[in-house]
């Protein structure tokens, strides 16, 4: 029966796709983010969907949908010259065969993602975008989330859909930086979609899988939830008009979440402050020192998979306990991690992508403040910022650097930068001002009569 | 059970949110009245579609 359904899901995107090609691109957003190749036995999983899916978006957009192109920006740019790059690594990495395998994914996910802002132009197609990628993988993390409401979770355990670190997707600390980052984005869904009816039920949707993604991550028993849901609260409380009501939302929630936790729970989590002596904080502090080191002799980097070749020794203040060596530990930090594979010109290019997808953001809260028929971009940047900051900040202990959920969350923000350059008139005496961003523009220059009232 | 609930509603979002874009977004008429042109402010220049600015 499950298998009927994600195979009748996968030829409904085929099928929509002839009419909508954007649904296509759609597909292959879900393919990578669900997973539906590990979700048990079926044919799907003996054919390459991925590459079917892909290969008939691209089709689909040069045939029958090849109109308003997106202007090639800095960070279309920099996502060309980081798939240049990460190429010419994986050339010379000193794990060639593991790293090739890993450079096939990311790669992928990386081209099809430079390719999205093609085909996902109009607001509702920037909407049905935001919703598959959360739905998407909202499958993996509603069973943590129900589990833990029922059970309580539980350090190392395997609540989701696929066996524990079987897929990125499975792993509890990827659950965790997961399960937070999408709130902002249901939030701001719940508010403005175009998509779903209006009304109690849909509230209920978004608001429970918000409170699903929270039970989840505190459900993984993974420190990286604390960091994640420090930074979320803090982010929306410096963005909350009405920061009371936030503060007493924020108490009941918390209320709820701490209701589910045990001693367990607050043992595994107080373990963050003794990162010295603890012997999983230790470990990566090694890896990370490991890793200066390496690129010290390689600056360029030694390819993806170079962690395999890390090599570091455990010592212990207990004269009773024995040093160990231990070898082929993962970076856990996103930013060692392309630092390791990708070298000092990698990193380059990662933090510049960053920082221009954050000054993306910061223009169009500028351009669209104070616009009612703008606001939903306005608040879906705002949005876009808090989740680009909690996946950065738990990146910090779990290496998805080049996962999917990465990429299409950084296009998201090249495909609204597009749309708000394209709906937006600006008329010639005030484009400095708004293109520097220090300026809004008064609705009635935006858009001509009825689109301005319609909003679309 | 839990899993594939948690399957079932991810799925049924996803089909739902694609169908009703794809009716919104309609290129041409299919199952529901195609949008009007002033939904699509981000047609080409030379798009058919894309309305004509009004003088007022």
């Keep these: ?131 598959v990628y959360i739905f998407s993988m909202a ?75 929270l039970f989840a991550s505190i459900g993984t028993f993974a420190r990286t939830a604390i960091v994640g849901l420090g930074v979320l609260a803090i982010a929306m409380f410096l963005r909350s008009k009405r920061k009371v009501t936030f503060l007493l939302t924020s108490a009941v929630v918390g209320a709820a979440l701490l209701s589910v936790t045990s001693d367990k729970w607050a043992a595994r ?11 999983s904080a230790k470990v990566r502090i090694l890896v990370w020192r490991w890793t200066l080191d390496y690129v010290a002799q ?51 290019l990662y933090l510049s992508l960053i920082a221009v997808l954050f000054l993306s953001l910061r223009r169009i809260i ?18 876009l910022q808090i989740t680009i900051a909690v996946l950065l900040s738990c990146g910090n202990f779990i290496d998805i650097s080049f996962e999917p959920l990465v990429w299409y969350l950084f296009t998201m923000v090249v495909c609204l930068r597009e749309y708000v350059r394209r709906v937006i008139v600006v008329p010639v005496a005030d484009k400095s001002a708004v293109a520097m961003g220090r300026a809004p523009l008064p609705d009635s220059v935006r858009l001509p009569g009825r689109l301005a009232a319609r909003g679309q | 059970m839990i899993n594939n609930l948690c399957i079932l509603f991810s799925l049924l979002m996803v089909a739902y949110v694609v169908v009703r874009a794809s009716m919104l977004d309609a290129r041409r008429p299919w199952f529901e009245k195609a949008p009007p042109a002033e939904a699509l402010p981000d047609a080409a220049p030379d798009d058919p579609r894309r309305p004509i600015p009004q003088r007022h």
């Design chain 1, 1 to 131: 029966m499950r298998d009927l359904a994600i195979i009748l899901t996968y030829v409904g995107f085929l099928c929509i796709g002839t009419m909508s090609p954007f649904a296509l691109a759609l597909g292959y957003v879900w393919v990578d983010l669900f997973a539906p190749q590990y979700l048990g036995w079926s044919p799907l999983s003996a054919l390459p969907i991925s590459f079917i899916i892909g290969a008939a978006a691209v089709a689909a957009y040069l045939l029958l949908d090849r109109r308003a192109p997106p202007k090639i920006t800095a960070p279309t740019l920099l996502f060309l010259a980081i798939g240049a790059w990460i190429t010419a690594t994986t050339s010379w990495a000193a794990m060639p065969i593991e790293g090739w395998g890993k450079w096939d994914v990311a790669f992928k996910a990386l081209i099809f993602a430079t390719f999205i802002p093609f085909v996902i132009r109009s607001r509702v197609q920037i909407e049905a975008f935001v919703h």
């Design chain 1, 298 to 348: 390689h600056p360029f980097g030694g390819g993806f998979r170079v962690w395999l070749k890390s090599h570091i020794v455990l010592t212990s203040e207990n004269p009773n306990v024995l040093q160990t060596e231990q070898n082929g530990r993962a970076f856990h930090n996103i930013f060692f991690a392309v630092l390791g594979e990708h070298g000092y010109p990698g990193l380059f």
């Design chain 1, 269 to 279: 989590i107080s373990t963050i402050e003794d990162y010295e002596t603890e012997n």
């Design chain 1, 366 to 383: 500028r351009q669209t403040a104070g616009q009612k028929t703008h606001e939903w971009a306005h608040d879906l940047a705002k949005a």
């Design chain 1, 139 to 213: 499958a993996h993390i509603l069973p943590w989330a129900v589990k833990t409401v029922v059970a309580g979770g539980g350090y190392g355990q395997s609540l989701g859909l696929v066996g524990s670190n079987a897929i990125w997707l499975s792993e509890s600390s990827a659950v965790a930086t997961i399960g937070i980052m999408l709130v902002p984005l249901l939030l701001t869904l719940r508010k403005h979609s175009l998509l779903l009816p209006r009304g109690r039920i849909r509230d209920l949707l978004y608001y429970g899988t918000a409170l699903g993604g």
